[in-house]
């Protein structure tokens, strides 16, 4: 399968034949668009998409607008995941000789395809080298149907056969373990091992502050592989450091609250502003507004209007603070306190925020809606800790000796 600005083209081996698809006026219209804007959304990466859909390449109808739209009724992360997850099924069709589309296929024959394609994932991970979870097995599953379905096409990975195929998978696979929480003792022998007098380190810090304490998604404030940054990821621009009475400042001794805003997250996918703000912690460098201070300060004269974790090195060259970064100088503070680094990564940030939120005694829906979570599945976030339980048998014994059942 290929694509190209002209049109679409699918060799399938299993049939001896090539199919092809030439694109409308329009649809040339929104490719030009696409180059210009990315968030029209009909990039080279969706065209490739469409040469797997038989809707385009076989039926060749007028309701390409009703499949685009379709495709991309999902979050823009979550059609990415889709989108590998299709091409996974293509090349495995194409190395067995199967028609991805199914064409002249019948249903127990299309059912083993699936379960073939199911062991193989079991097996090595669809490439990987080892096997992966049942629920990555899914979420692939899930990701194939998805356009399968938007093409008006049916991908049975519902059948029963499946199902228990999955099920009995998933009873083979080891529990899951959450990253350890980072604690403030760990955030201080961080810092200590950080030169704030080097614009690196200070963004660095500036980062690992405004994620432990707004409790951000990695995602949100650092750059995720090569300098690339998520379209949601927090910019200078959204950064607001306030004095006493509300006016901007840049000099540390006037500033006492620090204000974000939020344009959107992996879960707020229509970019609808979310604010907040936090005034100092008390702690001399373990606050959210030493951490911005520090974040703005190593950015110096870049515009504001770009993600706030890129800085200007010593050499004056753009650099920025990355997922490595974050999980590299928390598993060295971890290290040096006795624990096992590879319990830490750059999520042990958002995670140790809620904990220690949660120790502090803050009620449960503040918690949630500090870190925009969506529904109770923070709570697997924080984790019980020694002050919780230290008086629990004690408060148990001391409650009423009777039990009175309400009839």
Known sequence: MDASDSGLCAIIRAEECALTYKFSKPERQLIEESKVE???GFDINYREILSCSSHHL??????????????????VTTYNQYLKALRKWFIWCERRGISPTFQNESSPAIVQHITDFVLRGFRDGYGAGHRVRSSTISVTLSGIRHFFVA??????????HIRMLLKGIGRLDTPVRHKAPVSIHRLEL?????????????????????????LLRRSEIASLNKGNFAWFALKAEDIAILDHSGIPTATPSAAVSVHIRLVGSKTNQRGEPTQRMLNRSGHQFVCP?????????????????????????????PRCVSFANL????QRAAAQSGCNPSSYSAHSLRAGGATHMYRAGVDTLTIQFHGRWASDTFKQYTRLCKESVSALASRIISGSKHVNNLQ
């Open 289 to 317: 507004v030493f951490g911005a201070l520090c974040l703005l300060q190593a950015r110096r004269s870049l515009p504001h209007d770009i993600p706030a974790a890129v800085y200007l090195n010593n050499e004056g060259m």
């Open 151 to 160: 093409a008006g096409s049916d991908f049975p990975c519902g059948h029963p």
């Open 38 to 40: 990315p968030a029209v």
């Open 190 to 214: 961080c810092l200590q091992s950080l030169n704030l007098a080097r614009p690196s380190d200070q963004a660095l810090w500036g980062v690992i502050c405004l994620a432990f304490f707004f």
């Open 327 to 330: 999980s590299k100088a928390i």
């Open 58 to 75: 076989v039926v060749r109808s007028g309701d390409d607008l009703a499949f685009h739209l379709r495709a991309h009724s999902v979050a």
